[in-house]
């Protein structure tokens, strides 16, 4: 897990320079450019997941409902977007904003607080340190430090 | 009216100061409040320390200027919460419950048994720190003077007396208890000022058909800006938020960890109020500029001010600017202390001292820091506004992989956070300047702190592995620490 997460951290970021590097290039599509730095940032925070959510078993428990959320919500909002750039004319509009902005706007800026949230605090439990835990680490503290 | 509110104001603060410096006794309450916060309170502290007088001023404007595309800046808010706390939360938790970590460059040092990790991450805290305080300061100064009619140097100073007052006496003590007034006060403001937006056009559908029918490209998903562009503050103000001294400090001060499960709920809750005002405002200016009922504004930072003189009362707009105040004082008051942590506590550590009087030298630098600070903000002219463009981005680049992965992954190693550091300081302060003195230029869309995070995420993993021998070489209550 924490291997998987550290090399989609190094693959993202190596995506991103790519992308930045490619506005030196005009050859280079926007649209192509602009996929690529929607999934690379993404990856980005699936990545934090598969590293902080990590319970002590090795198992992502509850911090597979945030990747989910992430890959399938955030990330297919951003993509599908990045994909069909262009003005909000015609557009029906969307809890009062142009389909495709409202779907940003209470896609990828509201509904993940509550989900993400949702499977923080219910995953908890399970990942959270003990006082058994803190024992433990005190007594292994160096000696210089005790 | 506006002025009296703004008194009223800045007396709370006072007296809250005053309050908090008769509970600060050592130099645990001055710098991590004594570990005694709930998570109430540490969530509207994390909030206002994070949401400085950008949101309330720049923010609409930005808006205004680019629509959509400027939303991507505060668009994180949504999982920066829960990803930040699973990241950090448990264990900037545990090495302060353990190990007595009081600041990042601590938990930098005890990670990668490193104080040379220490010191440096210190020195691009404290490079950040006064450029981010000084352009805090002006801003407090450019309001006081505003509403006041006192010259702006004179302003300047007032402002920084009041928060210097509370910061040096109560440390971040006051400075928490300051925070939840005014991260309440910030949230009232913003709802109020939301709803006034929503009603001088009809509510968000009326606006946003104005908008559509005379500019279509402003309410795209990606509004006038560039997809990169947009794209690029998304990322930065998400992975970035990882490592924010000022905030993911105060992960030290919670009394009870079992309260930290309703933390991202209540901070994402707290910030997405509070950011209405950012939307809100700068959609209600565009439609009323393509309406006729206002000038096209002279700059985009006048969107809040030209906004609350035509449409808010005089209570509102007293309300809305004790806010702003807010807003700009809490973030000062959080850097002052980290930057007086880096000075009295990091710096010394790093080079195996340890001072005296913690708590009377972190009330001395924490008046250096607010002295120099207000120097630079009275006395550099455009220096100010190039020290606050790098201030997020040089927390971000220098710390998150050093922070945030390494608290997460034991194949991370000393020299990968040394590189990491020193790539981000390097890039971010080189690059910044080579642009801001016009020495070159930038195509649209790239971001220097964008850039510079991923450039220094990768040489950790790179450095880490190529010097993967060292990664065995932590403390056993580190390693094991990492397992959990």
Known sequence: MRRAGVGLLALSSLALLVGYASAWWPSVAPR????????????????????????????????WMAVVVLVALVGGILITTAAQPGSAEGEALLLGLPRRAAFVLYGVGIAPLLLLAGAFARGFAAWSATDADVARLRALRPPSDA | MTLVIMALYLGVCLAIGV??????????????????????????????STLSGFIFIGGPGLVYTLGMGAVYLVLPTAVTGAIGAWVLGKRMRLLGEVRGAMTVPDAIRIRYRSPEAQGVSAVAILVATVGYTATNLLALGVVLSSLSGWPLGVSIWIGTAVVFAYSVSGGILA????????????????????????????????????IVAHDPGFLSPWGAG??????????????????????????????????????????????????????????????????????????????????????????????????????????????????????????????????????????????????????????????????????????????????????????????????????????????????????????????????????????????????AAQAADVDDDVRAMLEL
């Open chain 2, 175 to 210: 400075g928490i208890y300051t925070d939840l007034f005014q991260g309440t006060l910030m949230a009232a403001a913003s709802m109020a000022v939301f709803v006034t937006a929503l009603g001088t056009g009809g509510g968000l559908a009326g606006l946003s058909q104005t």
């Open chain 2, 226 to 467: 560039t997809v990169t562009g947009a794209l690029s503050f998304y990322f930065v103000f998400s992975v970035g938020t990882l490592a924010q001294p000022h905030v993911v400090h105060k992960f030290y001060m919670l009394r009870d960890p079992t309260r930290l499960r309703w933390y991202p709920l209540l901070m994402g809750a707290a910030m997405t109020v509070t950011l209405l005002l950012y939307i809100g405002v700068g959609l209600a200016v565009k439609a009323a500029v393509i309406r006729g009922d206002l000038a096209p504004l002279a700059t985009p930072d006048a969107a809040t001010p030209t906004f609350l003189r035509t449409y808010a009362g005089a209570a509102l707009a007293g309300i809305v600017f004790a806010g702003v105040a807010a807003a700009i004082m809490s973030t000062v008051n959080a850097f002052l202390n980290v930057g007086a942590a880096a000075l009295t506590h990091d710096l010394p550590r790093a080079v195996g001292r340890t001072l005296t009087d913690p708590l009377g030298r972190g009330r001395v630098a924490t008046a250096i820091i607010a002295v120099l600070a207000a120097l630079v903000a009275q006395w550099s002219g455009q220096l100010v506004a190039f020290l606050g463009i790098f201030g997020f981005g040089l927390f971000a680049s220098t710390l998150v992989p050093a922070l945030a992965i390494g608290l997460n992954w034991p194949g991370g190693t000393r020299a990968g956070a040394l590189a990491s550091i020193v790539t981000g300081l390097v890039l971010t302060l080189t690059v910044e300047s080579l642009v801001f003195f016009k020495v070159i230029a930038l195509p649209r869309g790239v971001s220097v702190a964008g850039a510079a995070l991923a450039a220094s995420t990768v040489v950790y993993v790179v450095v880490s592995a190529l010097t």
């Open chain 1, 32 to 63: 192509g450019v602009a996929l690529l730095f929607a999934a690379a940032t993404v990856l980005q925070l699936v990545a934090f997941v598969l590293l902080g959510a990590r319970r002590r078993d090795g198992r992502l428990g509850a911090g």
């Open chain 2, 19 to 48: 309050w908090a410096a008769r509970q600060t006794r050592t130099a645990a309450d001055f710098f991590v409040a004594g570990k005694r916060l709930g998570v109430w309170t540490l969530a509207l502290a994390s909030m206002a």
